[in-house]
């Protein structure tokens, strides 16, 4: 028991994860971890696997100034990673094979990664790839049939390597700002941003979201006794950071593999899952896959974010029996800053004031802060409809792009992470967002929520899609101008019927007169490569 | 909204009071803090309050330099200080009353202390000293009544003094490794000692906590939902570390004052309290009073701590629908350690085989390490039976004594806090303590626990009180001896009759032959100046 400490000198306890993992590992859960194909183990073989994964990188010379990529579908060989590359020093950069081959290029040379682990679904992007790949040397193949059928040069069978590596291994102490994980985040434009995390990041994020999900009590809790599994990628912000919370709460645990709705529904029978998080597309599909209507849901609580939960969405999910709530942020924020808890006061309000704050976006978690800006940088009131950029400050967020000052300054002003979008905070404390800040309209002093006037065109049966934007105006520098694009198998509609309808909103209160857009445009509307409405291009478009 | 750091530079969250408190007043809980005086108010006035702390201290000079000694009973007041005076950056130190006048001479003398707030009912103790106060310029007198009768040169009645200061503090930002708090311990011999906490370190044991209460579920949970009183004294330990996590979770909170069975009794049935920590003398204390049969505990969980609980008063208080289970630590250890909580899969264990569990000295709460070490310092295997010290460590111990390099020497060894007691770890993981190291008996190598001998012993009617220590021995080294005195009002027993009477439990198995004590001397047992047997004098006293 040699520390290297002088006797009377104490302990310098860092925050690392190591320390999570050893909680876990010590508290002798019973519980299980299961994969998709119904290979499961307990906590003591997890803690075997990981020290056989760092033996196995050890021995592939991977130190604690490597950087390993993992490129894998949602399992228990990724959590294994989630734990023993950064416990050895290492950082483990996630990959989101969704994005292009070019981005991940980038990515993989921007990080110097020295290592790949890649399941043999990923191969042929690899092989792609890899003459660019300046800085790789190791490829570890997973090949869940044990088969290697590739021209990369790679080692053996993952599973090979662990089973003939010890299960032993000592994780030595280090710093608590170390870097431990990265992954990146594509934005409209340019490359793709590094976003990174220390270890004390990580375990302040697992202890306050953990706490927040517990110790405060509401309608969704999370602890020990749960059954959990990941609904949004490993590769996306750590599943949400919700594997590092399973894990040290020693909790049984779920990985669903590639997502597909009969895989993940039928887990949700067999393995009694009673915890994830998800985006909407996601929650939708899961519904309207008809098994669904053959499983009991009603134990399953659902983490909702990624993207506005719409009423209709969690009006059908809780028909199922789901309890289910927003939350909200960014890659950048570790990511869970607010979670749309109702409070102990409100668990008597009626369904449709309970399903008014679900819908919210929601409030600060634990250690967390959330103001909203004017554009002068005030701190504006928390009075339900002061409407400016929403800042933040918590013990987890990224520091700094990796390698980008210019960005970085974007995003860090004042001391507040800067998140561009716009919203309010309401006398309860609950953040709503209403908008991209770049997608708002600013005419004449006031701001113009894009998407609000979006939502009431949506109301129209003809409206297949709408986006306004803000094109140039000489006196009030900016005026709403909406692209329409029309429902073919509706009745088509003119500029002056949309007029005529959208003046009930103003009518009813729900819209400003100002925010009226001046003029609708039907047309087909640009989108991004991944789909989504491309509203840089359309303001270029319509400001012709 | 100037925070003096550049663009792009992101913002370092230290882990401080401030941030605990943050996360409490931006959550606007609904609940109120109570005093035994039935005078309450909500979190937004606690908010007021701590504010108004702040700048009556700020305006007598107080600085973040300095140290405000604190003696009063458990009260909402006394919370204000807890956050205020570390939120401010001056360290809390709280004074245990029930110290000589000389010891509590020490301690504010070693300090430094320049601040003493006093309750009334402690006049006469800082009159008698003052003289030899050499740092203390300020005195802030707390007179419930309103009435200041005192030959002190003191400042106006504290109530008074908030009243008049603005409810707005602006609380910067520090190094979360700065002293928050002190108070100190008193040995056997040689002064108190001092020991200290940091912020960093009081946020991590109130969020490690917490979590271990609430995320690792158990029979004994604390969240938001709860009501909380403490029933350790605020000065000991800050109450067990209670009030920070009372607070940080927007909890209901009542405090005591005073200590006296019937108004607890009476707060526990009106205010409704639901968790409680507790030394076994004042539970016993409360559930012999006669009050306590009409009041309804069964919504009363307890985490027991200081002495060993015994099974009979652990059965008494499950008799009367109490939930309970025994915890650990010192002083140093901030104080939590571990807690004696049934997991899982006991919950499904009959009556007898749970009791064993929550009578154990209890297992690590989160991020919190301990182990057994043998003499040579190696760890020892958990198989409920390796005897060893208990070391340990955790993100929240204190760093030394303050200005005590000799007595942080035995605390602090390769890296470990050296608890001085003895005990083992079973497979499940659960500290079972069973001596003071001090006190064990060592014989040819083996060592004998002088509790385990005493516990036997106290199982004769006749036999009053025990204590067994270690006799010098030619052979053996130390051999066991037994001072016993005798109930006047039961028969009167000789030597023979108590070796036949202990020879049982070594035919039971439950006590080892060369456990068996070599002689009996019957005698008055000495005690200390607090009526604990002082094994220190009866080692010389029967050594000779």
Chains 1, 2 share one sequence.
């Not at 020290?51 to 060989?77: F, H, K, W």
């Not at 431990?180 to 990041?201: D, E, I, L, M």
């Not at 529904?265 to 597309?281: A, D, F, N, R, Y």
């Not at 929650?283 to 008809?290: G, K, V």
């Amino acid at each position: 028991m040699n520390s290297g400490l002088e006797i009377g000198e104490s302990y310098n306890y860092p925050l690392i994860i190591n320390k999570l993992f050893d909680t876990a590992i010590r508290n002798l859960s019973r519980a299980e971890i299961v994969h998709c194909d119904n290979s499961r183990y307990g906590y003591p073989q997890l803690a075997k696997r990981v020290n056989q994964l760092a033996n196995t990188l050890s021995s592939l010379g991977v130190t604690d100034s490597d950087t390993v990529a993992v490129i894998d579908y949602d399992s228990p060989r990724f959590l294994s990673c989630f734990f023993a590359i950064p416990m050895m020093g290492a950082v483990l950069q996630t990959i989101n094979w969704r994005l292009s081959p070019e981005q991940i290029k980038y990515m993989i040379n921007h990080t110097k990664a020295s290592t790949i682990i890649v399941h043999a679904d990923f191969f042929s992007l690899v092989e792609a790839l890899i003459s660019d790949l300046d800085h790789v040397k190791t490829i570890i193949p997973i090949c869940e049939n044990g088969e290697i059928e590739t021209p990369l040069n790679v080692t053996k069978n993952m599973e090979v390597l662990l089973s003939e590596a010890s299960d032993q291994f000592y994780f030595k102490d280090f710093d608590e700002n170390k870097k431990a994980t990265t992954f990146y985040t594509s934005g409209t434009t340019g490359n793709p941003k590094g976003v990174y995390f220390s270890h004390r990041q990580l375990v302040m994020h697992t202890m306050s979201i953990s706490l927040s999900l517990s110790a405060f009590k509401s309608i969704i809790t999370f602890d020990s006794s749960d059954t959990y599994m990941p609904l949004t990628a490993m590769f996306h912000v750590h599943a949400w950071g919700f594997p590092y919370i399973a894990t040290f709460l020693g909790a049984k645990q779920v990985y669903p593999g590639k997502y597909d709705p009969e895989t993940i529904l039928k887990l949700i029978e067999k393995e009694g899952v009673t915890v994830s998080h998800c985006v909407p597309t996601i929650l939708q599909m899961i519904l309207e896959h008809p098994y669904s209507k053959k499983v009991d849901l009603s134990n399953w609580k659902i983490i909702m974010g990624g993207a506005q939960l719409s009423e209709g969405l969690a009006k059908e999910a809780q028909s199922r029996g789901i309890t289910l709530h927003s939350s909200y942020g960014m890659s950048e924020t570790g990511p869970v800053m607010v979670l749309a808890q109702p409070k102990q006061h409100m668990t008597d309000w009626d369904d449709k004031a309970q399903m008014s704050i679900i819908l919210k976006t929601g409030r600060p978690v634990a250690m967390a802060r959330v103001e909203v800006l004017d554009p002068e940088g005030n701190f504006l009131p928390h009075d339900g409809k002061s409407v400016g950029e929403v800042v933040m400050q918590a013990p987890w967020m990224t520091h700094a792009y990796y390698e980008d000052t210019e960005r970085t300054k974007e995003l860090w002003k004042n001391g507040w992470l800067h998140s561009g979008d716009i919203g309010y905070i309401d006398e309860e404390g609950y953040l709503q967002i209403t908008d991209r800040i770049k997608d708002i309209i600013k005419t004449g002093g006031e701001w113009i929520s894009s998407l609000e006037i979006e939502q009431c065109l949506s109301q129209h049966e003809s409206v297949l899609e709408s986006a306004a934007v803000g094109v140039h105006h000489d006196k009030w520098g900016e005026r709403p101008v909406a692209a329409i694009g029309l429902n073919p198998d509706k009745e088509q509609i003119n500029e002056q019927e949309l007029k005529t309808f959208m003046l009930k909103f103003v009518e009813d209160g729900k819209l400003s007169k100002y925010a009226l857009p001046d003029r609708y445009e039907f047309m087909e509307i640009p989108k991004t490569s991944v789909g989504k409405i491309d509203k840089k291009r359309l303001r270029i478009m319509l400001n012709k």
